[in-house]
């Protein structure tokens, strides 16, 4: 771990996953005051949102248990 992140890990800061599984809630709400035709892809929408923001926070986590770091190096090395 370096310098800057150990003085900046008690920092508060927006998380990605957190914004889209917020977002996910939007369609959810909106089903409920439009017509019962758009219920079934508004559904759909939530259910992928919330699926995409889960996947998001499993990826950050295996990056910062160090996992992530491997396949990070050699993904710039091969550039």
Do not use: C, K, Y
Not at 1 to 24: A, K, Y
Not at 53 to 67: D, K, N, P, T, V
């Amino acid at each position: 771990m370096s310098n800057h992140e150990t003085l900046n890990s008690d920092v508060p800061r927006f998380e990605p996953w957190l914004g889209v599984m917020g977002s996910s809630f939007v369609p959810a709400a909106a089903s409920v005051f439009v017509p019962s035709t758009f219920l079934v892809p508004l559904i759909i929408l939530t259910t992928l949102l919330f699926g995409a923001s889960l996947a998001m926070l499993w990826r950050q986590s295996i990056r910062q248990r160090g996992g992530g770091a491997r396949v990070a190096s050699q993904t710039m090395e091969a550039s």
